[in-house]
């Protein structure tokens, strides 16, 4: 899973966003295992959950790419 610094463009203060597993495992009615991949994504600095509108433009992002009006993509581990 991936972790991402973002920079916001006037103060030049970074954030850390990080993507992790959210899947789902059930057991269907007739006895397979189904999982429903899934991710989201959280901040690293408290946890919280960053807005869903973001989770898929993060998911593609490059070095440099804008997310949102404030922050550019800076890091990508």
Not at 20 to 39: P, Y
């Amino acid at each position: 899973m991936k972790t991402i610094t973002l920079q916001e463009r006037n103060s030049r203060d970074q954030i850390k966003v990080k993507e992790v597993d959210n899947s789902k495992i059930q057991l269907s009615a007739d006895g397979f295992i189904d999982r429903t991949i899934k991710s989201k994504w959280i901040y690293l600095d408290n946890q919280e959950d960053v807005a869903v509108e973001f989770h898929e433009i993060l998911r593609n992002a490059q070095i440099g790419d804008r997310i949102g009006l404030e922050y550019n993509v800076v890091r990508i581990e």
